[in-house]
């Protein structure tokens, strides 16, 4: 008799219903996971498909009928999508935020609420290809020797990025032109904001598109927007997340009284 093999992933239920592993597998496609760990996205997945279980159950109990609304022109929910907003709609009463509420978000994290932030920045690309160590370390000496000329001979700038920069900005000597906050990459605009205007930034600067020598030509900080400007904004803010909290709230007590086998769900 040989020994009956477990499977590497157990079935799940949900109050006697079975979820397949073929929807798990397809659910997990959704859920991003380290290249290492491929059964946290079977995880993520199972659990994702136990809530929506639980809702269609619940919404199911209530007899409720699916009433599928248009998300975009020409396009509808499907009738579970339909039934469970119609659920959640039905027994989430999340709280409203009040001007006092608003205005204490806004005093306690004024930043968030900035006009854009205006720059204008030089560069010298050095471009590198993903997953090329070779070029890599090609382009972080090239990025280091030019910035150690420029530290000597500042003036150079518009010359070198010319000659060496694999940007088309280089045509002219590497001035981007006025830019936004939000208009490029997060490390790229971190750099700017921790630099003076003037200055060069202190080593070679890397993004996804390889390492800029980094020059901060001039910079204008937006300013704290009125609160009367962002009022509306906050409290949308703070609708959504009342509703989240509502909505796992009511999630929570169907796991608490389900009968679950199969897969362990979050606290």
């Known amino acids: 008799m040989t020994e009956q093999t477990k499977p590497l992933f ?5 109050n006697g219903q079975e979820i397949s592993a073929a929807e798990i597998a397809a659910e997990a496609q959704n859920h991003a996971a380290p290249k290492d760990k491929p059964g946290w996205a079977w ?43 119609q659920l959640l709609d039905l027994v989430l009463e999340p709280e409203t935020p009040g001007t006092e509420a608003i205005l204490q978000v806004y005093e306690a ?51 070198l990025a010319k000659e060496l920069s694999d940007c088309p900005s280089k045509e002219a000597g590497g001035q981007l032109g006025q830019i936004v906050s939000g208009d490029t990459v ?34 204008a900080v937006g300013e704290v927007l009125p609160f009367e400007r ?21 999630v929570a007590e169907l796991v608490a009284k389900a009968d679950i086998s199969g897969i362990k769900m979050a606290a």
């Open 186 to 219: 997060p490390e790229f605009e971190a750099a700017m904001d921790a630099m003076a205007v003037g200055a060069l930034s202190d080593a070679p600067v890397a993004t996804r598109y390889g390492l800029h020598i980094l020059r901060l030509d001039a910079k």
């Open 230 to 250: 962002v009022k509306t904004e906050i409290g949308e803010m703070l609708e959504k997340a009342a509703w989240a909290k509502a909505a796992n709230a009511f």
């Open 10 to 14: 157990p079935d799940v239920s949900v």
């Open 43 to 85: 995880r993520d997945g199972a659990r994702a498909l136990v809530i929506r279980e639980l809702l269609l159950q619940e919404a199911r109990k209530r007899d409720l009928q699916p009433q599928p609304a248009e998300v975009e022109p020409g396009k509808f929910e499907t009738d579970e999508e339909a039934l469970i907003r």
């Open 109 to 159: 994290q004024p930043d968030m609420f900035r006009a854009p932030t205006l720059y204008e920045p030089s560069h010298i690309l050095f471009a590198v290809a993903p997953n090329d160590p070779a070029a890599a370390e090609e382009a972080s000496n090239k990025a280091k020797a030019a910035l150690a000329t420029l530290q000597g001979n500042p003036r150079a700038f518009a010359q």
